[in-house]
């Protein structure tokens, strides 16, 4: 840890004159670069502070409903959020800002910048989500007696070969680590060849799994139609999904579409491209149902998650454009199959689980796209396959919300 904590130094300490070159160029800071050094005021939380990080945009969604649970269950405890990128810290202020304390950045795992960092901060508790593994912090964590979990813990196949080849170091990295909760038994066995200590590295299952199903009834004029939602679709998008379902409508007359932009802005543009396809379409806002449309343009706020509940089949978007994609399990947890296009890093884990059944497919272009549907509405019985293996993936994968906070009252 003595020549890791020099080396890392030194090499902040070079890089430190291209920071301040840059931002004087731009005129402004590089993602944080002043709280990653922990150069930000004291927030004076008090000696009872729950620290959660989760590095970029899919780890920060992760942990929305474990802040909620945490919240709940340790009311006397103050919740800090920290990311490591921009992205992610866009997201965290957007969707915590009303549930933690504070939010701030993940410190740069140097001896100086972590220091301050606890210092400041002063956790009773660190849930790392994912496995980021930062010897510098684990270390000072271990000094200082505050317990160091890895929650969600996954380690993908060539990060697990290259901590293979620094096992030496690894292993004492992760002696420092309370607890590691990792997404499967797999992950488990992997950070354990790696230096784990197997009583403290446990399955917890998948956090993003733990959502519900809204109780609400869902009225659409659906009837014997098949309905397939389009859901969040981004610029680019909604030309895909609508030449698609154009040439299946010839082969399949029940099929209905359910078009979700995810910007209200694109409201109009949809409509103009169903309209010059030729479709009969309507809105969501003014009552407009199936009975005497082809499509429906989903334009009202919050309304897209339960309508999952009545599709047969999605397409999840934010997938074909470099947007990372959006969050399949909406659809899943009603069983229903879903479709993605090739952009999918912010929910790579979790499709990573789906495509290892028919729960859940990947297509690299939009003729893959129009082919997997076709597969879907012409084979009934691989559709009634892929619905099964929609529950049985989800209903494999609960609990782990549970698990944390189990994990947690050790600690607080």
Excluded at 198 to 207: A, H
Excluded at 297 to 316: H, N, Q, R
């Amino acid at each position: 840890m003595f020549i890791y904590g020099i080396l890392s130094t030194i090499l902040f300490l070079v890089m430190l004159p291209f920071y301040y070159i840059i931002r004087a160029v731009n005129g402004k800071y590089l993602f944080g670069w002043d709280k990653k050094m922990g150069f930000f005021k004291s927030p004076n939380l008090g000696d009872k502070v729950i620290m959660l990080h989760g590095v970029s945009v899919g780890e920060v969604i992760a942990l929305e409903n474990l802040v909620k649970k945490i919240k709940t269950e340790f009311p006397d405890h103050k919740i800090v959020l920290t990311t490591g990128t921009k992205t992610g810290q866009d997201i965290a202020q957007k969707k915590f800002s009303a549930l933690a304390d504070y939010i701030t950045y993940f410190p740069f795992d140097i001896p100086f910048c972590v220091r301050k960092f606890l210092r400041k901060i002063s956790p009773s508790v660190v849930l790392i989500a994912e496995t980021e593994l930062w010897p510098t912090f684990a270390f000072y964590c271990k000094r200082r007696k505050i317990p160091l979990c890895v929650i969600n813990g996954r380690i993908s196949d060539s990060t697990f070969n290259a901590y293979k080849l620094l096992k030496p170091f690894f292993s004492q990295v992760l002696k420092n680590y309370t607890a590691i909760l990792t997404q499967s038994n797999e992950d488990r066995e992997k950070l354990i060849k790696i230096g784990a200590l197997p009583e403290k590295t446990s399955v917890m299952k998948n956090l993003k799994f733990d959502i519900k199903k809204s109780d609400e009834t869902i009225s659409i004029g659906k009837g014997n139609s098949r309905i397939i939602i389009a859901g969040s679709t981004h610029n680019g998008e909604d030309e895909i999904v609508i030449n698609a379902f154009k040439k299946l409508k010839n082969n399949f007359s029940d099929i209905k579409l359910l078009l979700a932009p995810r910007h209200l802005q694109r409201v109009e543009h949809a409509a103009d491209l169903a309209k010059q396809a030729g479709l009969k379409y309507g809105f969501r806002s003014k009552n407009d149902d199936f009975i005497w449309n082809d499509v429906i343009i989903l334009d009202t706020m919050g309304e897209l998650s339960k309508m999952y509940s009545v599709c047969d089949l999605a397409f999840i978007g934010g997938s074909f454009n470099n947007t990372g994609g959006h969050n399949p399990l909406e659809a899943i947890v009603y069983s229903k199959p879903v479709i993605s296009g090739p952009d999918i890093h912010n929910f790579r884990d979790i499709y990573r689980i789906l495509t290892r059944t028919n729960a859940g497919k990947v297509v690299k272009n939009s003729a893959e796209f129009e082919e997997y549907l076709y597969k879907l509405l012409a084979d009934n019985d691989f559709y009634i396959k892929a619905c099964k293996d929609c529950k049985t993936v989800f209903d494999n994968q609960q609990g782990a919300l549970d698990f944390v906070i189990n994990e947690l009252k050790k600690y607080c």
